[in-house]
């Protein structure tokens, strides 16, 4: 059951209200599935377009951890300030310029029945309305019997940080079409991301979940059925189902980054100042992130994931023309030009970090190959065709120290 791009355009420009029309979806190759394609000139740094996810969640070990987001949009929901003190470890830790800080503290709700918090009434309105009202716990919040709080518990014991998916993501898919009055058109719209073949899912799979993967997808899958089963939906509950509603997830999911602190920062930069105070500010903030650095590492924001159908419809260059990312400290994604883009060209972002873009082609294959399950053809590649197959020493010590680091991480995080 296929959503015609009518249908996807209306959602995200009834969502968002910025989607541009200079863009169109277009299939490419069997291979590389659809692309998202300029229909006139956009000019470097302009956005492309802005888009609303159909769902998005905030990673399980990231809201434990007391990173408050809003359940809705992922807005950061501390004070710049607070943020600074929590991240530092310091609880004098003092902010100039506090007056900079977009938090609205006045404006935040909770949900009357089971206290979750939202960063204004527009936000728990909007989620009582696609599927809070299917997920609400009501006073079993805490209650570990709850049949959503096993699932999510079950979750965090085999899915630790540095984390790229989230149960919740699915649970909230299942409960949008079960609160939806048009479920055919939830299911068409969620039918529109990437499917990979039973192998291909399999693997992803073992990605996410690790070694013993297929105990922990049953097990994952049982509790999911006992708390949301739906009929509408019923291949997703059925094995084969559910893996390929995990693979979905796996290779769609777009990370959301918030941070009020990042805002803050932002508005520091741009005041205008005397040099003298200019550097004397820039000097403060550097001493934060360091301070930071020291105390909580790279976790530095509230994260989630989300499901964009224009943003899944971009695909991976070494050479991106264009990249995202979240302005507005909430789950709406920019996507905004790097250079100038033609008519007809297609519009690529990347789906490795830019230290992973500077790396061998090996090395930038071997990545993608694992949590992609591509091989990339961009310019970049093609030009560096005839370099050996083989990572530099330095970049096997970076992956052996990551994977080191993740293996510690996860005895950490087993311990709270």
Known sequence: MAASMCDVFSFCMGVAGRA????????????????????????????????????????LWNALYRYRACDHCLRALEKAEENARRLTGKPGQVLPHPELCTVRKDLHQNCP????????????????EQYHRVLCPGPSQDDPLHPLNKLQEAWRSVHYPP?????????????TVKQAKDKDRWIRLFSQFCNKTANEEEEIVHKLLGDKFKGQLELLRRLFTEALYEEALSQWFTPDGFRSLFALVGTNGQGIGTSSLSQWVHACDALELKPQDREQLDAFIDQLYKDI????????????????VLQSCCNHSCVPNAETSFPEN???LHVTALEDIK?????????LDCCQRERSRHSRHKILRENYLFV????KCLAEADEPNVTSEEEDEEEEEGEAE????GDEMTDV
């Not at 089971?114 to 009582?128: D, G, I, N």
């Not at 990339?376 to 310019?379: D, E």
């Open 20 to 59: 541009r029309v200079s863009v169109e979806v277009r299939f490419v190759s069997s291979s590389k599935g659809k692309g998202l394609f300029a229909t006139q000139l956009i000019r470097k740094g302009e956005t492309i377009f802005v888009e609303r996810p159909l769902v998005a969640a905030q990673f």
């Open 113 to 128: 029945h089971c206290q979750v918090m939202y960063c204004s009434a527009e936000c728990r309105l909007a989620a009582a």
């Open 163 to 175: 984390e790229t998916a989230s149960i919740m993501l699915m649970a909230r898919m299942v409960a």
């Open 293 to 308: 650095e020291a105390a909580t590492g790279e976790f530095l924001n509230c994260e989630g994931s989300g499901l964009f």
């Open 330 to 332: 909430n789950f709406l």
């Open 343 to 351: 008519p007809g060209e297609e519009i690529c972002i990347s789906y």
């Open 376 to 379: 990339c053809s961009c310019p």
């Open 406 to 409: 993740d293996a510690e991480l």
